[in-house]
């Protein structure tokens, strides 16, 4: 590997002396989405409801002299620190006259002024508030998405056998490799959003079969916000979101990333849901109401979901539910048979209060299914929920006061009667020193079905932990993120027969000396206690295993619109029981967007290098809108892409991108039906947008 290091240095250097670095929108979350891939360790994620919102402004910005504590909290880049700063400035000193006054704030510096800059504006107009249903549908956006993904390369599911075998067997699928995606949308500002969603995945069939209507899944919504005492209703596919996600919390939300003071979750409490993911969404009707400073959201939510459902032996019509599917997947018998065999309820209320330096919540939610969970027990998950339903009730606050945001929530779970905790506070000494802290402590007995609280496990369960940020602007073109995370688990895990603890640390140093050049190195450490491999099968050891990453990423630019990137990453595993592992990855992007010409076009070639799949790297690739890639790289070999936005009839956006995998290590790719015979996986994607 060392002549490989040398190589990859160079070949680093050379494209360092070329190009720029040029902020985009995709930039702004780039990030935060690589550090979501790599904590759920997962390739597929829809972040769509994530990124919606920055889309929107930047290409309608908010007007920051009219903007409401709310809005400029859904920008999400934003501190509570910061936002009051703004909005005490505007109380004291009038409506701001030029976007550069944001230089006199207090707490904010250069970098989140350029940050938010191509999102917000500064005018003296006001947004009209009021406006007919005639005026909406004529100045609303409409948009159609049509989307097609495919994996050339035959996977041994895709085989044709006798239907005697398809139909007995569990390692064929019914449909073909393609992947389908369509979705209509009609939208008026942030205000009203109605829409229809419809996904095919991979191995699913379309139009016959277990899928005679089509898509195997479907979305509708019907979304209104804006109104004094309604201030917002949801009809249809809809997101809930209370205080710090340990109640309740569907869909993603962001959790430790380099943006280390940005660990406070902000709550939107009722929004449309856009996304395609299967299962972090409730479906029914909700309404959140206004008056003075309260609001109260209530919601009720039926729908179905996957499930492996039995029949008691003792008792004919006695049936329950060992396990619940989450992935989505209907392509073989097993899948099938899941699919929609159980139906969950879920309804709530949440009343909240606030002014412009306080807010304070409470919170009751009820879930339950139409059957019994009764999963298989086994010692490290014997406190889990089994049941047919559960009550859960919490209490949320925020509260700033001059420099300082202290933030939590405290929730309880009726099955065991445990709680989960987190309290934290965000203070800034001025624009050039911001600290984060934050304790959660969850017993491993509270569990609601959907939550999402700051964590480093995958749920809200099971564990107690201090973190500590810090962000420092050392000069204009200098700064430091770092984070310590110590964090323990009272009880088993999963494929962890003890209590185990670690801790995660990140010290990432950034320099950008103007607009046109950006220079970050990132050191992570992470210690988790995993069973040793050693065991003897009687008892189970603990070991340590510690894994290290380094990354250097440069952006330079060439021109107003042509942009390139390099990135080196190289990590190291150590596990008593296992072999040293280490990996590597270097990068190179190429990104030309002239500003005169319908297109634009985006290249990258990498090459990595990693001893086994435990030792893969994450990094974020470019694709289509609302199509999120960020795949594993591992084994040895390498990566390209191209893709191509073209933009033409002054409506219509076109999407193609085609990717390969070439692996020189590799005769087969994959495992059981995904495995594919050779060294090249070659991935296709082309989406057509159509605004009306």
Known sequence: MQTWVRNSCIVLFLCCSLGSFAQEKSEVVQQRIEFIAEQL?????????VVEQLNYYFDHPLNLNGATAEELEDLNLLSAVQI????????????????????????????????????????????????????????????????????????????????????SSNSYYYGNSDRYYSRFRYTYRTNISIGVTGEKD????????????????????????????????????????????????????????????NIKKTANPLKAYTSVDESRFM???AFDLGWKSFSLLTFASVKKVDASVLADSLYDDLEYVSSINLSGLHRTNAEIAKKDALTETIAGSNLRY?????????????????KAFNKAIAPYNQFDFRGKNMLSFSTDYSWVIKNFNFFGETARSSYSGEWANLHGVLFSLDSRASFSLLYRNYQKGYQTFYNTGFSEGSNTQNEKGIYAGLKLKLSSA?????YVDLFKFPWMKYQVDGPSAGHEIMVQASYKPNKILEIYGRYREQLRQKNSRDSDGTVTELEDVLQRNYRLNVSYAVSEFFTIKSRLEYVTIHRPS????????????????????????????????TDSYDSRLYTYENNALYVFAVPAYYYQGSRFYAMVRYSFLRHCDLWVRYGVFKYNNRSTIGSGAEEIKGSVKTDITVQLRIKF
């Not at 360790?41 to 409801?49: G, Q, R, V, Y």
């Not at 002014?355 to 009751?364: A, K, P």
């Open 41 to 49: 360790e997962s390739e597929e994620i829809d972040l769509t409801n």
């Open 84 to 167: 009051n700063d703004l909005l005490l400035h505007i109380k004291l000193y009038g409506k701001l006259i030029s976007i550069y006054e944001l230089q006199s704030l207090e707490y904010w510096d250069l970098q989140t002024i350029q940050l938010v800059r191509p999102f917000v504006r500064v005018d003296d107009k006001l947004d009209n508030l009021h406006i007919s249903w005639k005026e909406a549908i004529d100045q609303g956006n409409y948009e159609a998405f049509l989307r097609y993904q495919t994996t050339p390369q035959e996977k041994s599911g895709f085989q044709q056998v006798p239907d005697s075998i398809l139909q």
């Open 202 to 261: 991979a191995g699913e069939q379309f139009f016959r079969g277990a899928q005679k209507n089509g898509f195997d899944f479907y979305s509708f919504h019907a979304f209104f916000k804006g109104g004094k005492y309604l201030k917002a209703v949801a009809l249809g596919d809809y997101q809930v979101q209370i205080g710090q996600g340990l109640n309740l919390w569907s869909g993603y939300a962001f959790g430790k990333t380099a943006d280390v003071t």
């Open 283 to 285: 479906r029914g009707a």
């Open 354 to 370: 606030r002014n412009r330096n306080f807010q304070f919540g409470i919170s009751g939610v009820y879930q339950g299914y139409d």
């Open 478 to 482: 200098w700064s430091l993120n770092s």
């Open 578 to 609: 296992n072999t040293p592992e280490q990996g590597m990855i270097l990068t190179q992007d190429i990104l030309f967007k002239p500003k005169n010409l319908p297109f634009d076009l985006s290249l990258r070639y990498a090459l990595f290098d």
